[in-house]
Nanobody
Framework: QVQLVESGGGLVLAGGSLRLSCAAS????????MGWFRQAPGKEREFVAA????????IYADSVEGRFTISRDYAKNTVYLQMNSLKPEDTAVYYC????????????????????WGQGTQVTVSS
């Protein structure tokens, strides 16, 4: 059974940085894509970034391109989201997710494509 556990959220001032971690367990993830999504109060869950576990191909939402970086550590079975130059509009609960049917060329970005989800971690950016 796939388990995803996020950590690293918190309160930060605008312009600051945070690094989120997602510890993945339960199987090998070759062929998977790992994604980060976020959900602000009163809004739908939205795509942030994704990475192919094998090969490392990445994709980002336009709103975070150039500020956020997704990466993975094979040895630790962990996916990271480095968030820099944070803005108040980045405030949300951030979720890690796994897509077991990821295309080879580029990870998918729809919520419905991801079968496994973590419990979420709160990120609050104050102005």
């Amino acid at each position: 059974q796939v388990q995803l556990v996020e950590s690293g959220g918190g309160l930060v001032l605008a312009g600051g940085s945070l690094r989120l971690s997602c510890a993945a367990s339960g199987r090998t993830f070759a062929g998977y894509a790992m994604g980060w999504f976020r959900q602000a109060p009163g809004k739908e869950r939205e795509f942030v970034a994704a990475i192919r576990w094998s090969g490392g191909r990445t994709i980002y939402a336009d709103s975070v391109e150039g500020r956020f970086t997704i990466s993975r550590d094979y040895a630790k079975n962990t996916v990271y989201l480095q968030m820099n130059s944070l803005k108040p509009e980045d405030t949300a609960v951030y979720y890690c997710a796994a897509d077991p049917r990821s295309p080879v060329i580029v990870p998918r970005i729809q919520v419905s494509d991801y079968d496994y989800w973590g419990q979420g971690t709160q990120v609050t950016v104050s102005s």
